[in-house]
């Protein structure tokens, strides 16, 4: 009987698909295990949650009942919505620090190169991670703003304001704060990807939400005071009616907002691709 010896290693290595690694649908899997693995993350939309009620209902009861009686109807809904939103400008600075981490997380720990191990194709693993950040951000976003509408709604009622969740002029604002929370996070994932540490991406992504508008606030020039509603904050403000004398429309904030994005995932990209792990 003759038996058949195994081929040379050099051999056999040959038979090993190169470039194999998970499907895009395995990469997404893998990513959504692992942010809701992380504590951070519970932590970090639970307080979003948090935040948006307690200031809707902070906001809503400092509200005396003369001056709700001196607003004009037309304003009820826009107080009323106000009110409900108010927590996205704290929510933000939240979404923020973990999309940054969702990211950089991985570099401190040495995961990264597990994670690009699993799919050496690379771009993957960042259309992935961004995705899943998006829709979940998205979801506690809304799950926290319709909450602080359900809060917010019966203390002012009481006050004589009213206003339907269901009116043109409230739902869609609120769907658009919560958008923005979802693009504010992959904002700062592309951040985080970019600089790959922990600190320096959030002192990043915190100073362009928060610094660099009151920067060119500062700058007696006419220039700096049209670059300041294209701003990332102030951009994406006017995505939900937020952006006090704002000249963007909804639509124009949003796409000032995406393309902030599409710099950061852009550049992410491009680095993610040349640097090693």
Same mark, same amino acid.
């Given at each position: 009987?003759?038996?058949?010896?195994?081929?040379?290693?050099?051999?056999?290595?040959?038979?090993?698909?190169?470039?194999?690694?998970?499907?895009?649908?395995?990469?997404?899997?893998?990513?959504? %295990?692992?942010?809701?693995?992380?504590?951070?993350?519970?932590?970090?939309?639970?307080?979003?949650?948090?935040?948006?009620?307690?200031?809707?209902?902070?906001?809503?009861?400092?509200?005396?009942?003369?001056?709700?009686?001196?607003?004009?109807?037309?304003?009820?809904?826009?107080?009323?919505?106000?009110?409900?939103?108010?927590?996205?400008?704290?929510?933000?600075?939240?979404?923020?620090?973990?999309?940054?981490?969702?990211?950089?997380?991985?570099?401190?720990?040495?995961?990264?190169?597990?994670?690009?191990?699993?799919?050496?194709?690379?771009?993957?693993?960042?259309?992935?991670?961004?995705?899943?950040?998006?829709?979940?951000?998205?979801?506690?976003?809304?799950?926290? %703003?319709?909450?602080?509408?359900?809060?917010?709604?019966?203390?002012?009622?009481?006050?004589? %304001?009213?206003?339907?969740?269901?009116?043109?002029?409230?739902?869609?604002?609120?769907?658009?704060?919560?958008?923005?929370?979802?693009?504010?996070?992959?904002?700062?994932?592309?951040?985080?990807?970019?600089?790959?540490?922990?600190?320096?991406?959030?002192?990043?992504?915190?100073?362009?939400?928060?610094?660099?508008?009151?920067?060119?606030?500062?700058?007696?020039?006419?220039?700096?005071?049209?670059?300041?509603?294209?701003?990332?904050?102030?951009?994406?403000?006017?995505?939900?009616?937020?952006?006090?004398?704002?000249?963007?429309?909804?639509?124009?904030?949003?796409?000032?907002?995406?393309?902030?994005?599409?710099?950061?995932?852009?550049?992410?990209?491009?680095?993610?691709?040349?640097?090693?792990?």
């Amino acid at each position: 009987m003759t038996t058949t010896s195994p081929a040379p290693a050099h051999q056999r290595a040959s038979f090993i698909p190169t470039g194999s690694g998970l499907s895009f649908a395995g990469i997404l899997r893998s990513e959504w %295990i692992k942010l809701r693995s992380l504590r951070s993350t519970m932590w970090s939309y639970l307080l979003v949650m948090l935040i948006s009620v307690g200031m809707a209902a902070l906001m809503s009861s400092s509200l005396s009942s003369g001056t709700a009686a001196s607003l004009p109807e037309a304003q009820q809904a826009g107080f009323l919505l106000q009110a409900s939103t108010f927590g996205i400008y704290f929510g933000q600075l939240v979404v923020a620090v973990l999309g940054v981490l969702v990211f950089s997380g991985e570099y401190s720990t040495g995961m990264i190169k597990s994670t690009l191990t699993a799919a050496p194709r690379r771009l993957s693993t960042l259309w992935a991670k961004s995705a899943v950040l998006f829709t979940a951000t998205y979801v506690v976003g809304l799950v926290g %703003i319709l909450a602080s509408f359900m809060v917010a709604s019966p203390i002012l009622a009481a006050k004589g %304001i009213h206003g339907s969740l269901f009116d043109g002029d409230v739902i869609v604002p609120i769907l658009g704060g919560a958008l923005y929370l979802a693009l504010i996070a992959v904002f700062a994932l592309g951040v985080g990807a970019i600089l790959r540490s922990s600190a320096g991406g959030i002192a990043a992504s915190l100073g362009t939400l928060l610094v660099l508008p009151v920067i060119f606030q500062l700058i007696p020039a006419d220039w700096a005071a049209d670059v300041v509603p294209y701003l990332v904050s102030n951009a994406g403000f006017a995505m939900f009616g937020a952006g006090m004398g704002s000249p963007l429309e909804p639509w124009q904030g949003f796409t000032v907002l995406a393309g902030w994005i599409v710099v950061a995932i852009g550049a992410a990209a491009v680095l993610l691709k040349r640097r090693d792990a």
